[in-house]
């Protein structure tokens, strides 16, 4: 198996006795999953999308990522949410942070916009695109995302002004609902190519459709592979049986842990290419089970830069936390430390070591330290930042978080709580029909 769980660094917190105490619980929340009978069931695409995928639109999206790499200096991706995090975290994961610095790189750099409302960071990036060749993929299941739909405004003048209504249409790809959406028949009418967001899958579990495939694709990776990965993490995690089945066994620590306080977990790498994928995991299961005043906070880490920081939180600080440590196996690149004959740094004892091998064993140390100071640790080991790996992970935590959120009796699949902000924004915008609002939220500033 491309992933396992190690529970090395658990075994003082988490008894074997526990795991099969809650293990009819784990069963009925796989099973109401696995029968399409709990809430939210008409968001369940993704259990299967790695087999039952549209083949047409696939190899359509391998051609518009052919087109777009031949015809474009930079891919500029809007979307917020599930709807750019997860094809930043492949590219990070997979080829690197720096993607678009790396030299002889021949795939088009690579910049995502409509993700936060900063005048600045679309400013700057407007400033990188002047006298560069531009094609844009906008990203919106509803096509109403205030976000990317000011980015979409901002980057279709643009294009248009360059290259004409004609010539934009054909550097402007549009991800959005299939039929239902604004931004479809917008789309459609002025003659983008459009690609799918299916309406049983949600934002933050659609990496594995358009959503994330085409802009993943741009940047060279094989996608095939991806969808590989996760094809085989959704045989392997087939099975009802915890002792053989490492995705529901993480399930179920997590659900223990919170039974015994642990309300934070913190998913820590150390491997710096994992930031987004941090990124993307803290929307999952943060979306999916924070809701009806329940959930584990989810939070990050990169060590070991975030040891100089947060670790001494981690270490010695209130006891609210446990850690899910991802244990990349195989460093994507070898790099042996240098003699240097002065020795001005006392650490020519690790000359001629590769730094993986530091890093690691900062790892190790870091673990013996965190469960010294009572923090339980819960290890997944993953073989290497291939694209197959990529796609068993993303499997991996989709289904043990949809799992996770039935054992904890919330659905799982909507995101209630995320519609507050927007409504207040509007209403303090002065949008028609939010007048009452507006009011109120004026009276209690006062
Ligand atoms: O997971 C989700 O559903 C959200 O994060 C959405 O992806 C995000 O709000 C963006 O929504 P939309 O794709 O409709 O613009």
């Known amino acids: ?133 531009i094609c844009i993929n906008v990203v919106s299941k509803s096509g109403t995302t205030t976000e990317p739909a000011v980015a979409f405004r901002v980057f279709r003048a643009l294009l248009e002004n360059k290259y004409g209504k004609e010539g934009a249409k054909e550097r402007i790809f549009a991800t959005t609902d299939k039929e239902k959406g604004t931004l479809k028949k917008f789309s459609d ?80 790498s150390y491997e710096p290419a994992a930031q987004m994928l941090c990124e993307w995991w803290k929307q999952l299961f943060g979306e999916s089970e924070g809701k009806d005043n329940k959930g584990i906070y989810p939070s990050s880490v990169i060590f070991s830069t975030d040891l100089h920081s947060l670790g001494q939180f981690i270490q010695d600080g209130s006891r609210i936390m446990f850690e899910t440590v991802l244990d990349i196996k195989k460093a994507n690149d070898e790099l042996l430390i240098p003699n240097d004959p002065l020795n001005i740094d006392k650490l020519n004892f690790l000359a001629g070591k590769d730094l993986d091998f530091v890093n690691h064993t900062a790892m190790l140390g870091t673990l013996f330290a965190h469960s010294d100071g009572n923090v339980p640790n819960i290890v997944l080991e993953l073989g290497d930042r291939s694209e197959y790996s990529f796609g068993y992970l993303i499997y991996f935590f989709e289904l043990a978080c949809a799992v996770s959120g039935y054992i904890l009796g919330v659905n799982p699949f909507n995101q209630p709580g995320v519609e507050s902000y927007k409504k207040n924004m509007f209403a303090l915008l002065g949008k028609e029909g939010y007048e009452e609002l507006k009011n109120e939220l004026e009276s209690r500033m006062k």
């Not at 975290?89 to 916009?113: G, M, Q, R, W």
């Not at 358009?210 to 741009?218: N, S």
């Open 1 to 133: 198996m491309a992933l396992s769980l190690n529970n090395k660094f658990l075994e003082a917190y988490v008894s074997e006795q526990e795991i099969n105490n809650i293990s009819k619980n784990v069963y009925d929340a796989f099973n109401t999953l696995n029968s399409r009978t709990g809430e939210g069931s008409n968001f369940l695409g993704w259990i299967d999308l790695p087999v039952k995928y549209d083949r047409e639109e696939f190899s359509r999206i391998k051609k518009a990522a052919e087109e777009i790499q031949r015809s474009c200096d930079i891919f500029v991706v809007i979307g917020i949410g599930g709807s750019y995090l997860g094809a930043r975290a492949a590219i990070e994961f997979i080829k690197s942070p720096v993607y678009n610095n790396l030299p002889n790189k021949k795939t088009p750099d690579i910049y995502f916009a409509g993700n936060s409302i900063s005048p600045s960071a679309l400013s700057d990036l407007l400033k990188i695109c002047e006298g560069k060749d």
């Open 189 to 268: 009418d002025n003659g983008y190519e459009t690609f799918v967001v299916p309406d049983d899958v949600g934002g933050r579990f659609s990496v594995l459709t358009a959503v994330g495939l085409l802009p993943i694709a741009v940047a060279g990776i094989d996608i095939d592979k991806i969808m590989k990965g996760a094809q085989d993490a959704r045989i392997d995690y087939s099975l009802p049986d915890i002792s053989k089945n490492d995705c529901l066994k993480y399930a179920a620590i997590r659900n223990i842990l919170l039974n015994k306080g642990k309300n934070v977990e913190i998913l820590a």
